[in-house]
Every structure is written in structure tokens, then in C-alpha cells.
């Protein structure tokens, strides 16, 4: 925050009651924003309960491209303290935050419940009231919010205003009125009670109306059918549930299918089996589900056929924490479905860039017949970001390689070539008929239990993804080549470290950051090479073990001095956190070697 | 009847079905003779062997994809149903038919099967029941006779058999029939009607195993057991009356359609055909999907 009275970059972090409507008055919020041209976030949260309970959610707002949700709040609003504090280190307060909660509470200022810190400023409005007094109800309250906001702030108040008349247009004028004179009420009680030291947000450097609004599965969905996916098969499990939900509503238009399976294995099944038969085809899911759909993920590569796979991490093992986000499941990503076997592995680390990963997936899924696995995780999948427009023509999208006339006089099907990609037909395809199979078999894709045969077959299955481990491209490195201190994170921490990357630069460490959207197979050489300069550093994950950091050591070397910093799932990191732990290296690096010599 | 079945300009023979892939069956197996009447059946159907999808899953009958020059799918343990599916949404011109054991279809891929027939996707099922797993040398099969020692009931089963004609009748299937390969021409009929039912069908094929099978269960103890639903004057159309007849499995052998919906309901992938057509119209380019999210 500036102190000179504007800002660039605002958290509000809202908590309520089911009925409180504190999530549509977040969205109610990244919506104008974003319409604003604001790079804008916003996460959600609530309890276990389907409806009631708590529920919660962050947006973040800046002038700059937003990384990630934010750490400490800007302004804290709670409309009932017992709800607001089952959140905790998810709405987190410090003395920089301005509180604001329901004078119905009946709670003093100096009363609130928030053990060990003093806010900056605190205000008990009358939220409910004001609601009641514009519209007769208290359903209006969300709408007060955001009067409070656009007053305080200065965001969004024609936007808000246009939002509130887009959503209530349906249900009547005098609706629509009634949500204007609460937004007003809720500006005028933030101009009447002006804050000690005004913070007003920068305006926006883009136009209006020039950014999208969407989350990581809606994104992931789209991607998928722009990269020409035809077939859905899946079953509902949190947090991947909404990639199949966009299918159901799109999918058909494009000629495509989806099917809704009795179980997880059967929702591969049928994707293995439109694969086979030729259409680009995939399934998604959370950790649960991957590990019933592992013997399909074998089937798939032995028989070479190209398939994406989602799998929106969440708390584990089993049902875990279904609602929060952890990295996981990278293990049973990477190593599950028994034999010997290589599945590529991508991750992306923001909505924006799942659109990349997505397309990217298909891509490689295609080219080398191989399934490809989308690590993303609950954070990613289920934010929403304002994304600024993708330029959709320059990505090139891949087909599998038919076989041509020539190829199907004799055809054979896992032919052996030189880059291992042998020409796949399908069904419908005259003279290319044979047999797929999850038994080994030779090239004519007859069955055998021939060792020589399985050691050339898997040679080829393993040479064809070899050209992977040196896609620069997949792997986003920033910082000077020669830099001491590393980051290494993935995923939605990525964009975390992404900030910290920027905040230890401008304090002078001398810190490079690689983010990898490939996770595995583990590029050898990229690693070497980035990690040549490195003397300390931090593979920075959101899980118990530290995953990538574990498999980078299993595959590659990785200097002595980096290290995992790791948390738990549903912990999330603060940028400031991994800050602080370079500046604790940097240090360590700066002791003199006679030091520790004297030390022993 | 599949749309394009009607243009066959070619006639085939049983041989064109056949691959010079040798089997691997016991000498005797029941399945020869399954295998035989799905050439003769696909020859009555007339369609091209590229443009029949064969999808398997594991056991000794799951090998049959692979004696046939159709396109075959000799995928996984108990889930040649939902692979099928797949491919039939994926391409509904193709001609599927799925196949495998009594173990592969009511144990482990048991939970598939209800879906399947309620989903009603025009495939044809023919599980080849045998009542014993006979790939891993003989252990209980979900079809096993309650009492019948084997490897794993060295004093005898202690459970009830599975009934697959009752469960695909009560889950509601619009083809149920049964053969046995002591009636070739009998069961390639009833394999060719299943084929050309347009929807979900299913034919369970008494198919002896000849190594672990007692005398009782095999071809020639069919022979004098047979009965033909027909001869009973049993009425196809009526299923209540096939459910009944469908009660006595395991203890008789009644072959031909138990039951054959005489209005058949539209199959899921015409719906799905249905439902492209309606909303082709309305999909933006691919490459614009995207403009869905703008904030405008």
C-alpha cells in the first residue's frame, strides 16, 4: 500500500452465514473490477455444509497482474464474528487492516474478538439495518458491502451499479432500485465515516471491458474443447466437478459427446474407448479418483493411446480435505499404474495459463499416443482471476499421426520407427484394422509373452516421450543466470513464489525462480542447468513430503543447499514467508568459511 | 437396425470374420463355437470388418477379439462395457460388440452392467458363462453352482450363482437372449438378431469349459438338455413371462430370445445424435470459445 493516500493493490477478505450472500458480493466485487480493467482474484471458502454453515472468500484487486490471493488483509468484513473466526489463517488480520463488521453484533470496537492484534481502524456498521432500511429485507446486506467499498475505496461504483442491475433485471425494477438505494446508503455511511488515513485504489491502466472473469476448470473445459476434445468421460468429485459441468453445456455443439459414468473407472473407460476410436478424449477428476482410474491410465499407455487425464488436487489421502488445495498427489501422478511406464505430467499455475498447459496436453498427448495428466489443484481450478484476452491463433494444435495409404498395406499397428511414434488407425479406418491391447504384443499387435518383444516395446514407449525432458518452452525460468539463491515452486504456488521472486529482487538478493508447467518426466538437463549457479535455495510445495522436490532428487542432482520448504494442504504460504526464508540463506551464504571451521 | 447396415452392396462370408491369429483355447473350449457363430452372425449383418469395433475385457473368452478381423479391444479386466460405449458416443456409425466371461461382466465388472443396459447405447454384450474362471486354473466364478468344489471351495461354494438372465431382465434390458455352441446355427441366429437390435443387447452363451467344466456342462450333456424357447411357445415380447423362464437358470437350458422389446425406445447414441443436431448451430468457432468470459 502507497501511505500517501491512493494504493495499488487491495485484499478484502468477506465472512458470513450461508444466507449472507458474501460470495455473490465477492463476485459482485471481481466483476467490477475486472470490468474496470483491474487484474483482480478471488478465492472462496465455506464449511462442509452443501448449504449454510460459514462461508468466506478473498479478492484481491490491484493495479499490477495478481500472482496469487494475498496475504494479510486490507480490510477484513465480517457480518458475524463467530463465523469470520473459523477461518483464520485464511482471513488473516494484522495491524494494517481496517475491520469491518455488523453493529447488530453488539460487540465494541475495542471489544472484538481478534486475540493479539490491534487493527488500524475498526467500524461497527449497521449492515443489516441499512439493508432492511433500502429494500425491507435483510437480504440487501451483500449490497451494503459493497457500497462500503466503493466508498472507502473508490472501486467499481459504476460497475457495481451496472452488475446489480444485470442481476436483479430479471426479478423487476423495483429490485433493482431497492439494490441501488442499499449500494448508496453503504457509500454514503463510508463517505460520512471517512477513514483516518484514506486509502483510494489507482485507477486501472487498461480500458474497460477488455478482461475475462473465470476459474481454472472453466478455463481447463474450454481449452480442452478448443484444442478439439470431443469426448467427456467422468464422474463427479470436488473439486474437478465443473471441467464436466462446462462439457455437458458445450460439447455437443461441437458435434462431441459426454458421458456421466457410474463410477471413476468407468469415465475413463469410455474416454480410453473414443480415443480408440479416434477422437480426442479425456476425463478429469481429484486425487480419489486418479487412484481408481490407475489401471486405465496403464491400459491407455501400453495400448498408446492419447488421452488427458485431470486431477484437481485436494487435501489427502482419501477423502482429505476435499474443499482446500495441496500438491499431492504428484507421486501417485507420476509412479501409479503398476509396470514400467512413463506419463507425462503438466501443472499449470494460474487460469491463465491452464488455457497453455491444456492445449499443451492434447498436444503432446497426441503426438506421442501417450495419456498426459493435468496436476492442477483446488486453488487454481476453483478461483477466479480476470485473465487478459488470449490470442487463441498462436497456438498450433496437434493430431495423431494416421497412417498413410502406404502405411496400411501391411499395416502394422506399434510399428517400430525411429522417434517411437508409430501411425495409429481407428476403427472406421479400412486396412487398419487390429488389435489394441493391455496385454504386451508385438508390432502387428499380436499378443506375446516374448521378454525381447516387451524390451523393445517399452524401449519405444519410453523413446518416444524422450524429446519432452527438452521443451524449454515448458519450463519458465526468471532472475540472472548466475544467481546464487533459487526458487523452485509449481502449481498454485508458483504464483506465490512468483511474488516473492519479484519482492527479493528488488531487495537486491540475487535470486533466479524456475516454474515448471512439465513435472515429469524430470528435465534432467534443464535442472542441471539452472541449478548450476546455485548455492542455496528453496523448492518451495504446498504438501507434507515436498513431492517434485523429492523426485528431483531422485532424477537429477540438486545442489546440497537447496532445500524443501514445504506446508501442509489448506495452509497456504504468504509471499513474504518465502521472502524471508531467502533472506535466511543469503545469509548463511555470507558466513565465512573460517566461521564454521572454528565452529567444529 | 444400424443406419448404414442397409447398404450392403457386398456379401460376406463367415471367413472374412476369421484372423490367422491361432487360439489359444483348450481343444473342446466351448468358445471355439462362439467365435464361429459371431463370423457366421457378422456375415448375416453384412457390415465390413473396419467397421466393427470387438471390445474384450480379460479371461480366456476376452481373447476373442482377437480371432476376428474386426477392429478388437483386448482392454482390462471387467470393463469392456464402458470402453465400448466410449468408442460407440465417440463414432455411432461403428458396429460394437463387447465380449468376455461370466467372471469379467458379473464379478468385477458386475457394477457396470446396470448402467449399461439403463443407458441402453446400441452395443451388443454376449458374456461367454461358463461358471468357472478358467484363465487362473479354476477358481469360483460368480456364475459357480452353490456346492461346486473348486481350487478356491475345496468343501464346496457356500454362495448363490448370479443369475445374468434375471439381472439383465429386472435392470431392464430390451434384448435378453441365451445360446449354447450345441446349437451353432441357433446361436449365430440369436447373436445376428442381437446385432440388429437397435439398442443395448444382451446374449449370455452357455459355453462349456472343457477343463474345468464337469461332464454335466458340456456340449454334449447341452445337447439332451436344450430347449428352445420357441418349442415352449414362449411369447418374446412378453417380459414378465421371460423373467419367469429366466428363474430357471442353472437348472435348464433354454436357448433363443427371452425377451425382444417390440418398441424398441430410442438408444442413447440417437439422442446423442439428436441433441448434435439441435445445437450445432449454436457453438461459436473453437478458436472463440473464449469470448464467453469477457467482462463486457
Known sequence: MHLHGTMDDLVVGLAGSGGDGIVSAGESLISAAGYEGYSAMMTKSFGSQVRGGESSCRVRISTHRVQNPGGVLDVAIALNWEDFLKFGAELPVSGSTIVIYEAKTGIAPGAIPLVGVSPKEVFAVPIMEMAKQATGTDKAKNTVVLGLIAGWFGIGRQAILRGLEKRFAKKGAALVQANERAFILGEQFAKEHPLATPRVMDRPVGEPGKKMLVDGNDMCAAASIFAGCEFFGGYPITPSTEVMQFFTREVWKYGGAVLQAEDEIAGIGAAVGASFAGKKAMTATSGPGLALKTEMMGLASIAELPLVIVDVQRGGPSTGIPTKPEQSDLFTAAFSAHG?????????????????VTVEAFNIAERYQTPVIILSDQEVAQRKETVDPIDTARFRIEERRLPTESELVDYA???????????????????????????EHNEHANPTASGSVHAAMNAKRFRKLSPLKTRHDLFHIEGSANAKLALVAWGSVAGICREAFMQATAEGLDVKLLVPWLLYPVAEDIYREFFASVRAGFVVELSHQGQLYRILRMFTEVPAGVTSFVRDGANPFQPREVVAKLRGAALSLQQPATTIAWEE | MNSSAAATLHTYQAKDFKSDLKPIWCPGCGDFGVVQAIYRALAGVGRPAHEIAFVSGIGCSSRIPGYTTAYGFNSVHGRALPIAQGIKLANPDLLVLVAGGDGDGFSIGGGHVPHAVRRNIDITYIVMDNQIYGLTKGQLSPTSPRGLKTVTSEYGSLEEPVNPLLYMLAYGAHFVAQGTPADMVGLAQVIEEAIRYPGFSFVNVQSPCVTYG??????????????????????????LAAMGLAQSYGRELHTGVFYKDPSPPPSFDALVRERQGALAGKAVPRARILDAFMQK
Not at chain 1, 415 to 439: C, F, L, W
Not at chain 2, 224 to 237: E, I, N, P, R, Y
Open chain 1, 340 to 356: 514400467d511406464v512413463l506419463r507425462p505430467i503438466l501443472a499449470p499455475t494460474s487460469v491463465s495459463d491452464t488455457f497453455d
Open chain 1, 413 to 439: 499397428r506399434f510399428r517400430h520407427t525411429e522417434d517411437g511414434v508409430s501411425p495409429i488407425s481407428h476403427p472406421g479406418m479400412k486396412g487398419g484394422n487390429y488389435q489394441g491391447a493391455g496385454i
Open chain 2, 214 to 239: 464337469g461332464e454335466e456342462v458340456q456340449v454334449k450333456a447341452h445337447r439332451a438338455q436344450m430347449k428352445s424357447l420357441v418349442s415352449l411357445g414362449h411369447d418374446s415380447g412378453d417380459r
